[in-house]
């Protein structure tokens, strides 16, 4: 292993990780690690939309403009055998491997096919290989997906609402809004014939946005799942709306009443995956994903040029936070242990400052998303930049469901 590169990329002198963490030391007192299942490729690392929010191209890492346009047949092999031999390694039963960019629908539509067959063909056949592609979704076409039907790979849209929310943001780069191709991408994709392979909708969260509005706007299309996603920020580079005003919770806010919309509704209307998570973790339960919970992060990211990285959104942080100085085309993805970074968000409330460690729904915010929790000068290990808005999240929903779950109790 190139112990060099995988430890000293990506840190910055004095901040933790740093080198605090390593696999020896973790593994001497009885830890072992978590083998990754969600494999992300950027399969394309441009896209035909700026999105003012977006952290590849308008936050702090700018090393998109470095990257190929397009992964190479090489990299795809390689990185499908990496995935092949991880699974084989860890016996794993199920793989997700999710197409993203940029956009990954400007890498064509054959080689989109191409990348899907690779990896179905690679995965042994007692690891279940769930493709999917995340899209903008202004790409979409009858041919396009007849391929993902013929290939078995789902489909995620990224929209924030109705016209005038989705294109306050979600624009093009002339300025431009998406709106009017994304709508039309849906309705084929919501066709009769395609419908079977929405997987769900995916949102950021505008504070000048109504979110009940954003929500029955994305009901329309009648989506099996939605996710809110909080704009990436951090201590040292806040978010709109984020000030240091501690007592307000204006995210907080704005996702509870859209929860009081979701959950008031008197038929399941869609999945929230957000509210559902904490759910979960309020009756005790273990978390799915890492923006929210303790559970062990299981992601590795593949950038076009075969270069491995932690979870994609640190690009929001500093530019190389994401980085691990491995490579598809040199590297097996356990060399990804060794990294402090990788290592950090595996060992869940070990990894927690004494604030968050000390609070007492730590085990269900998890500290907030480990991209969010950055400050310059320390690192990571401090509460999440969202934290009054979490704990406001997470408290309304415990008051809201906390009748329901006495009522089940009582009728045992």
């Known amino acids: 292993m190139n112990t060099t590169s995988a430890q000293g ?31 992300v490729l950027k399969v394309n690392s441009r896209c035909n939309l700026s999105c003012t929010y ?47 960019g940029g956009e990954p629908l400007l890498a064509g539509a054959a080689f989109l096919d191409h990348v899907a067959r690779q990896i179905r063909s690679a995965v042994a056949p007692d690891t279940a290989v769930e493709l999917t592609v995340q899209t903008n979704g202004t790409l979409l076409t009858p041919a396009f997906l007849e391929l993902c039907a013929d290939v078995e790979m789902k489909i995620g849209v990224s929209v924030d609402g109705g016209p005038a929310d989705n294109d306050r943001r979600r624009v ?8 009017a191709s994304v709508e039309a991408g849906l309705r084929l994709l919501t066709s009769e014939r395609f419908r079977p392979l929405l997987s769900g909708l995916l949102c950021v969260v505008d504070l000048h946005s109504d979110p009940v509005t954003v929500y029955e706007n994305l009901l329309a299309w009648q989506p099996p799942a939605m996710d809110f996603l909080l704009p990436h920020g951090n201590w040292t580079s806040r978010p709109p709306g984020r000030d240091e005003d501690e007592r307000l919770a204006p995210y ?30 309020l009756l005790g339960g273990d978390s799915q994903v890492e923006t929210v919970g303790l559970s062990p992060s299981s ?9 491995v990285e932690q979870v994609d959104a640190l690009k929001s942080a500093y530019p190389g936070a994401a980085a691990t100085g491995l490579t598809v085309l040199r590297d097996d993805f356990d060399e990804a242990f060794h990294h402090p ?21 730590h085990r269900v915010c998890g500290g907030g998303y480990y991209p969010h929790r950055y400050r310059a000068g320390s690192g990571f290990q401090n509460r999440s930049v969202y934290c009054p808005d979490l704990l406001a999240l997470i408290n309304r929903i415990h008051r809201r469901i906390q009748p329901d779950i006495d009522k089940v109790r009582r009728s045992k």
Request: some cysteine; proline content about 4%; aromatic content about 8%.
């Open 9 to 39: 990329v990506g840190g910055r002198a004095g901040e933790w990780p740093g080198d605090e963490l390593t696999l020896t030391r973790l593994t001497g007192r009885g830890w072992q690690p978590v083998p990754f299942r969600q494999f």
């Open 54 to 100: 977006c952290y590849v191209y308008h936050l702090a890492d700018q090393s998109w403009r470095r990257q190929p346009v397009t992964m190479s047949r090489e990299v795809v092999a390689a990185t499908a055998g990496r995935i092949a031999a991880h699974a084989a390694r860890h016996q794993l039963t199920r793989v997700e491997v999710i197409l993203h």
């Open 172 to 179: 093009r780069h002339d300025g431009g809004g998406s709106h």
């Open 252 to 281: 907080g806010d704005w996702l509870g009443a859209l929860f009081e919309r979701w959950y008031s509704a008197p038929e399941d209307e869609t999945d929230i995956r957000l509210f559902l998570e904490i759910i979960v973790l």
């Open 299 to 307: 992601v590795l990211v593949i950038e076009t040029d075969g270069t």
């Open 341 to 361: 970074g990788i290592l950090a968000r595996q060992i869940g409330a070990a990894a927690l400052g004494a604030d968050c460690a000390a609070c007492p729904v």
